[in-house]
């Protein structure tokens, strides 16, 4: 069962480039989540959205920025990236911000900046 | 602070064979959240179990099963009878109520089931 969906799942763009990520989500929850999964290290969280609203930015550089025009769609919208910025983004959504809600996850977007 | 580790990097196993994924947890919240999560090749992290903190009441799934001891402050995961499709990175994480109510994640454990 894949309640969120991402796209693109791969790719590859360079350092000029202006790209977006898209997030969707069919559970009908209310808070949505940005992650950052780079080799050898943990989940990072990069942004969280608690009814539309930004609730979390986690000293994110302003090269990556999130948008959310409803509870059902993230994006995350990519430019002048650097090489380092190559990661799998995962999105994930839960029902609420708060409490002991479940998040549940995307299958990612591969992205390699050349 | 909250932290997860685990401190398995990597298990690699022959089919059929039991094994257990160890989660060592930090907090000084009373009230929190522990979850595993498993990671095939394709990327999308899987969701598991949830435990509250104030049940240790340990689970039973089919093949899986979770030990959750909260005077070790662990929750371990074990695969019976283990399979060539467990074969996946496995995170435990845990997320606090209040606080940052952050899920905070361990670095995973890679598991490879051999036929």
């Known amino acids: 069962e894949t309640g969120v969906t991402q796209t693109p799942r791969h790719l590859v763009m360079g350092m000029t480039n202006k790209k977006s990520l898209k997030c969707e989500q069919h559970?009908?929850?209310?808070?949505m989540y940005w992650y950052k999964q780079s080799a050898k290290k943990p989940l990072e969280l990069m942004f969280v959205?608690?009814?539309?609203?930004?609730?979390e930015n986690n000293s994110v550089p302003s090269r990556f920025s999130p948008e959310c025009p409803n509870s059902s769609h993230l994006f995350l919208h990519l430019h002048t990236l650097q090489p380092e910025d190559s990661a799998l983004y995962l999105c994930?959504?839960?029902?609420?911000?708060?409490?002991?809600?479940?998040?549940?996850f995307g299958p990612g977007t591969r992205l390699t900046v050349l | 602070a909250q932290k997860v580790t685990q401190a398995q990097t990597e298990i690699s196993v022959v089919e059929k064979e039991d094994v257990t994924l160890d989660c060592v947890y930090e907090?000084?919240?009373?009230?929190?959240?522990l979850f595993w999560y498993k990671q095939p090749p394709s990327g999308e992290l899987v969701f598991l179990i949830r435990?509250?903190?104030?049940?240790?009441q340990n689970e039973i799934s089919g093949r899986y099963s979770w030990n959750f001891q909260k005077s070790t402050s662990s929750f371990n995961f074990t695969i019976t009878a283990s399979q060539v499709v467990d074969s996946a990175v496995y995170f435990c994480?845990?997320?606090?109520?209040?606080?940052?109510?952050?899920?905070?994640f361990g670095k995973g454990t890679k598991l490879t089931v051999n036929p």
């Open positions: 994930a959504s839960s029902q609420d911000y708060r409490g002991p809600d479940t998040q549940y």
């Open positions: 559970l009908g929850h209310n808070a």
């Open positions: 959205y608690n009814f539309k609203e930004q609730t």
């Open positions: 907090t000084r919240d009373t009230t929190y959240y």
């Open positions: 435990r509250n903190s104030f049940d240790e």
């Open positions: 994480a845990l997320r606090t109520q209040g606080g940052s109510e952050k899920l905070v």
